[in-house]
C-alpha cells in the first residue's frame, strides 16, 4: 500500500471517532468474562489432578493474561470503562500486579505512539530501529547493545527483560519519586514469588505462577515487537512523519484466527489502534469493515515463516524503503 496525503489527513482520523464510543455493559463483560476465565484457569493449572492438564491450564492462563492486559491496555488510552472509578481502581491494581504500573506504563507508552516510526525519535516504550545509515557509523559497543535489545532471546525472556527490568526495576531506581508504583510492582511480585513457591510447592509455582507469565510475557513482547517490525515498514524523518502515515505504514494488521483474536484482544488490528487509540478493542473490526482506507495493511502472521522472517530483519534502508538483515547493511555499502 503505498503512502498518499490522504492517510495523513484530518478527515481520515475523524472518521475514525464514529467508533471510539464504547458499550458500557459490553466492556464490563469483557472485564467480567476475561477474569473469570483467568480464575477458571488457574484452578485448572493449581487443582488439576493430572500434571498435562495443569500444563494446559497453565498455557490457557498465560493466554488469558494477554487478553487481561489489553483490557488493561485500552483502559489507560480512555478506550475501556474511563468513567467508571471501580474500574480504574481494579486496572491500578491489575497494573501493579502484572508488572505494569499504571504511571510508567502511559509514559512510555504514549511516548510509543507519538514517535513510533520516526527516525530520529527515543527508544522509550518501545523497539529502537537503526537505519542501515546508523548501522555503519555506530561503534562496536552501540552495536552490541543495538544487537542485545532486538535479540529473540531478549523477547523470548520479556517476562524479566521488558517486564521485571525495563518497566519496574529501571524506572524505579531512576525516578523512585515519581516511579514509585514500579518498585511496589517490583517487590510485590518477588514477595509473591516466594510465597507461592513456599506455600504450594514447585509445581504450582511453575504451572500457574512463573510458567504462564513466561509464556504470556515472551507472546506479549514478540507480538509489540513484530507489529512494527516487517519487511515493507516505513521509518521517517521528523519532516516527513505524520501520525496517519505511522499508523498504516509502520503498524502491521495480524492475521489470526477467532480464538486468537479473543485471547489478544483485537491488537492485530495494530494499524486501527495506532490511527485511534481510544477505539474500544472489539470495535476495531467494525472500523476497519468501515472505512476503505483501513482495508490495504501490511500484514502480518504468527506462522513459523513469518515468526522467523520478523526476527532476521533488523535495521531499515532508507534507499530500498524496507528492514534488512545486518549483512545486508554491509553487503551494500
Same mark, same amino acid.
Given at each position: ?7 495523513? =489527513?484530518?478527515?481520515?482520523?475523524? &472518521?475514525?471517532? $464514529? ?10 463483560? $469483557? @472485564?467480567? %468474562? ?17 500434571? !498435562? @492438564? /495443569?500444563?494446559?491450564?497453565? @498455557?490457557?492462563?498465560?493466554?488469558? @493474561? ?5 483490557? *488493561? ?23 501493579? +500486579?502484572?508488572?505494569?504500573? $499504571? &504511571? ?13 516510526? /520516526?527516525?530520529?525519535?527515543? =527508544?522509550?516504550?518501545? *523497539? ?9 557509523? $555506530? ?10 535489545? &532486538? ?5 523470548? *525472556? ?7 527490568? %525495563?518497566?519496574? +526495576? ?13 518498585? +511496589? ?6 514477595? +509473591? ?5 513456599? *506455600? ?11 510458567? !504462564? ?36 505504514e509502520a503498524s502491521s494488521y495480524l492475521r489470526c484466527g477467532p480464538v486468537m483474536a479473543w485471547f489478544t484482544g483485537n491488537i492485530g488490528y495494530h494499524h486501527v489502534h495506532h490511527l485511534n487509540p481510544r477505539i474500544p478493542f472489539y470495535r476495531l473490526p467494525e472500523a476497519m469493515a468501515a472505512l476503505p482506507e483501513l482495508q490495504g495493511p501490511h500484514v502480518t502472521a504468527l506462522t513459523l515463516k513469518d515468526i522467523v522472517g520478523c526476527l532476521r530483519l533488523n535495521l531499515w534502508d532508507p534507499a530500498q524503503g524496507r528492514m534488512v538483515r545486518y &549483512?545486508?547493511?554491509?553487503? =551494500?555499502?
Amino acid at each position: 500500500m503505498e503512502r498518499t496525503a490522504s492517510h495523513s =489527513s484530518k478527515d481520515l482520523i475523524a &472518521r475514525t471517532r $464514529a467508533f471510539a464510543t464504547q458499550d458500557a455493559a459490553r466492556s464490563g463483560w $469483557a @472485564l467480567g %468474562s476475561t477474569y473469570a476465565a483467568l480464575v477458571g484457569a488457574v484452578v485448572l493449572a493449581v487443582a488439576a489432578p493430572w500434571w !498435562p @492438564l /495443569r500444563i494446559v491450564g497453565g @498455557l490457557i492462563e498465560a493466554l488469558v @493474561l494477554i487478553r487481561a492486559f489489553i483490557l *488493561f491496555h485500552d483502559a489507560m488510552h480512555g478506550a475501556l470503562l474511563p468513567k467508571s472509578k471501580w474500574a480504574k481502581a481494579l486496572f491500578q491494581v491489575q497494573g501493579v +500486579l502484572t508488572l505494569t504500573p $499504571a &504511571r510508567i506504563w502511559n509514559d512510555t507508552h504514549n511516548h510509543h505512539h507519538a514517535n513510533t516510526a /520516526r527516525i530520529a525519535a527515543d =527508544s522509550a516504550g518501545t *523497539f529502537v530501529t537503526w537505519t542501515t545509515e546508523q548501522w555503519r557509523k $555506530a561503534t562496536g559497543w552501540k552495536r552490541l547493545g543495538y544487537m542485545v535489545e &532486538r535479540h529473540p532471546v531478549t523477547l523470548l *525472556f520479556g517476562y524479566v527483560t521488558a517486564f521485571l527490568i %525495563s518497566l519496574c +526495576l529501571v524506572p524505579f531506581v531512576k525516578n523512585p519519586k515519581r516511579y514509585w508504583t514500579s518498585g +511496589l510492582a517490583f517487590g510485590l511480585h518477588v514477595a +509473591l514469588s516466594v510465597a507461592v513457591w513456599h *506455600f504450594f510447592g514447585l509445581a504450582v509455582y511453575l504451572c500457574a505462577f512463573v510458567g !504462564p507469565l513466561f509464556v504470556a510475557y515472551a507472546l506479549g513482547t514478540y507480538l509489540f515487537y513484530a507489529q512494527h517490525n516487517f519487511d515493507d515498514v516505513a521509518i521517517l524523518p521528523d519532516a516527513d512523519w505524520t501520525h496517519a502515515d505511522a499508523a498504516l505504514e509502520a503498524s502491521s494488521y495480524l492475521r489470526c484466527g477467532p480464538v486468537m483474536a479473543w485471547f489478544t484482544g483485537n491488537i492485530g488490528y495494530h494499524h486501527v489502534h495506532h490511527l485511534n487509540p481510544r477505539i474500544p478493542f472489539y470495535r476495531l473490526p467494525e472500523a476497519m469493515a468501515a472505512l476503505p482506507e483501513l482495508q490495504g495493511p501490511h500484514v502480518t502472521a504468527l506462522t513459523l515463516k513469518d515468526i522467523v522472517g520478523c526476527l532476521r530483519l533488523n535495521l531499515w534502508d532508507p534507499a530500498q524503503g524496507r528492514m534488512v538483515r545486518y &549483512r545486508d547493511a554491509v553487503a =551494500s555499502y
